[in-house]
């Protein structure tokens, strides 16, 4: 019904850029929110930054100032700017977005595959 689709991993120096693109596709009625969350091996996945269908941002404390969630609606994509990376920020990255499928039905969770960021020297 609604797939999310990841791009923009990889490995990169601490102190280095990365930007994450998610682009939904499929059948559905309308998105709310979209996020991105993020899982450390031994970890719980933890949410990293949210952005609201009216573009208000949110981030965890550990981002703030370095990660810039936005988002294009009319493009259903939602995007994570990741600046100063550091070695902790070393996860696999998943898309997250809030979708209903017919005018009447509630919003449902849909998850992208996940994407590796790997912060290393």
């Known amino acids: 019904q609604v797939q999310l689709v990841e791009s923009g991993g990889g490995l990169v120096q601490p102190g280095g850029s990365l930007r994450l693109s998610c682009a939904a596709s499929?059948?559905?009625?309308?998105?709310?929110?979209m996020g991105w969350y993020r899982q450390a091996p031994g970890k719980e996945r933890e949410l990293v930054a949210g952005?609201?269908?009216?573009?208000?941002?949110k981030y965890a404390d550990s981002v703030k100032g370095r990660f810039t969630i936005s988002r294009d609606n009319a493009k259903n994509t939602v995007y994570l700017q990741m600046n100063s990376l550091k070695p902790e920020d070393t996860a696999v990255y998943s898309c997250?977005?809030?979708?209903?499928?017919?005018?009447?039905?509630?919003?449902?969770?849909?998850w992208g595959q996940g994407t590796q960021i790997i912060v290393s020297s």
């Open positions: 997250n977005a809030e979708a209903r499928v017919r005018v009447h039905s509630i919003y449902v969770n849909y």
């Open positions: 952005i609201s269908v009216g573009g208000s941002p």
């Open positions: 499929g059948s559905f009625v309308s998105i709310n929110g």
